[in-house]
């Protein structure tokens, strides 16, 4: 097993987070300062981290509906608030992380786990999770911008986008906006509010309403709740397809 993943699977941090922790010099396997994450471990080495022996956690899942104005992060050294504020001391001690991110003024859908492979698939582009936007939208979107959309547009860092389902869901000509259902299945940053800018439509607001399969249903805004085993199966199925 490389040493990534053996964090990974103690709840340090996502696979990806597991990399920096490595690097930095933190961790040591068998009272040795490893800082190469592909290093080869058995279950018989003594890994730790901070000089604290890590074990394997019993994995936990939960689903959380983000309110606007909370950074996604663990820790912010602006002191803002962050979406680790909104759940209980007991289960913060599991030492979660959020999957992906949400920007500060996007609402809606993120996942919570110490689970560090499933959170490291689940954000990698090749297996196409499918993630569904709800955007309030300037304008009156025309078909020419949701052909465009559903195509794919150049955003930020030359990265052209890959094809869309969208969908107006309701226009409001007394306000002239226009309320659209898109669903992506990539996570690059600001991603939604860049894609309607390129085509001239910029976003409002703008809430995740669903991640795969799941959906906010019975989740009050700023509220949270464990996901269900066979919910956890199919997001693992997910990335099995």
Known sequence: MRLQKRLAEAGIASRRGAVSVIESGRVKVNGQIITEPGFPVNPK???TVDDKMIEKEIHVYYLLNKPTGYVTTVKDDKNRKTVMDLFDEVDRSHRIFPVGRLDFDTAGLLLFTNDGDLAYYLTRPEFEVKK???ARVEGMLTKVAIKTLKTGVVIENNYTTRPAQVRAVEYDKRN?????EIIIHEGKNQQVRQMFDKVGFPV???TRVGYADLTLEGV???SYRPLKIHEVKKLYGEIKK
Not at 176 to 180: A, F, K, S
């Open 45 to 47: 080495d003594m890994v």
């Open 220 to 222: 009050e805004r700023g």
């Open 132 to 134: 569904t936007y709800l």
């Open 204 to 206: 409002k607001n703008l």
């Open 176 to 180: 002239m906006t226009t309320l659209v």
